[in-house]
């Protein structure tokens, strides 16, 4: 007997076999790395290595006269062979400029982009330059600087004036290698809080987030920002390329190893994941600059401290 379809009510047909579902996708892994300014004491090539046989993702690789001396002949030759050793490790890499005597033997972090002189200011534009060159040619996530701290008999708005002047180049050439440019407010310098960044932006015309965007220091925000540090890097999230990682007690700039100060890593490991799963493909690199003495101990606890608060790294 042939059925007859009703108004309103479908035709039976085969019973239909959903396919098995696709297997949950796990969160996107927070990238780990160490910073080699915290190595200085081994050659580069046994720092890479040692952070690799550690797990790490990556390497926060400052230009200096220890490792990659950006002011060296051949620097076109010598960042290739970096980065072929990059490529054989398996490391990320985001190219930092905070070397504490690279351009000035006698002065720390001289000349800044600050300085009265404008041919000390330029010598670290080209600098800056020069990294961003180094980073295009690495692949980097991200080139690091930071503002200086302002010089004595020099007001803020000359300051302010100084320094977007002085980065304006090193702007335009960061967009041009699409290597984003990543500003850490530093304590003590012009640029020292999260609000000051964005005093900065505004100053520059309000550079998209690819071009102008942050290092984003957990320890400093600890040290001197009004909100928690994960508050913190929720708040800045979009501007976000490049994340160092220690900790540090209330109101003492001082880098400390995991356990020392007074961070509650907790929430500010799950601010990461969020924003790992958000989409930032950098880097998180543990920054204790002062304790090259004990990096190779370090990398190897610190790593394995941020493992165990944040499995899913």
């Known amino acids: ?9 479908p035709t039976p047909g085969p019973a239909s ?7 949950p996708q796990p969160p996107p892994r927070l990238r780990l790395g160490y910073g080699t300014n915290g190595l200085t004491d081994l050659r580069l090539d046994e720092a890479l290595g040692l952070l690799a046989d550690h797990g790490y993702d990556g390497v926060g690789l400052t230009l200096d006269h220890m490792h990659l001396d950006p002011l060296a002949p051949d620097l076109a030759a010598r960042t290739a062979r970096v980065g072929r050793r990059l490529a054989s490790l398996g490391l990320g890499v985001t190219v930092e400029t905070g070397a504490r005597y690279v351009l000035d033997p006698r002065r720390k972090h001289g000349p800044s982009l600050l300085d009265p002189d404008p041919e000390d200011r330029a010598a670290r534009t080209r600098l800056l330059l020069r990294a961003v060159r180094v980073a295009a040619d690495l692949g980097a996530h991200a080139v690091h600087c930071f503002s200086g701290t302002v010089p004595a008999d020099t007001t803020p708005d000359e300051a302010w004036k100084r320094l977007t002047t002085s980065l304006t180049p090193v702007l335009e050439a960061a967009d041009a290698a699409r290597v984003p440019l990543a500003v850490e407010p530093e304590p003590g310098h012009l640029l020292a809080t999260l609000d000051d960044f964005h005093h900065l932006r505004g100053l520059l015309g309000a550079p998209a987030p690819t071009v102008l965007g942050l290092t984003l220091d957990i320890g400093h925000c600890q040290c001197l920002e009004p909100l928690p540090p ?10 976000v390329h ?8 209330r109101g003492v700039h001082e880098h400390l190893p995991f ?10 490991l799950a601010a990461l994941a969020d924003l790992t799963a958000a989409g930032y ?5 543990v920054e204790l ?3 090259s003495h004990a990096g190779p101990e370090l990398a190897r606890t610190s790593v394995s401290f941020l493992r165990q608060e944040a499995p899913a790294c």
Request: charged share 20%; aromatic share 4%; glycine share 10%.
């Open 17 to 23: 076999h959903p396919g098995p579902h696709p297997a």
């Open 230 to 239: 994960a508050d913190c890097l929720r708040a800045v999230a979009p501007w």
């Open 281 to 285: 493909a950098g880097l998180t690199v």
């Open 289 to 291: 600059p002062r304790h």
């Open 259 to 268: 356990g020392d100060g007074e961070i509650d890593f907790p929430p500010v």
């Open 242 to 249: 490049h994340v160092q990682i220690e900790d540090m007690r």
């Open 1 to 9: 007997m042939t059925t007859t379809p009703q108004p309103g009510r």
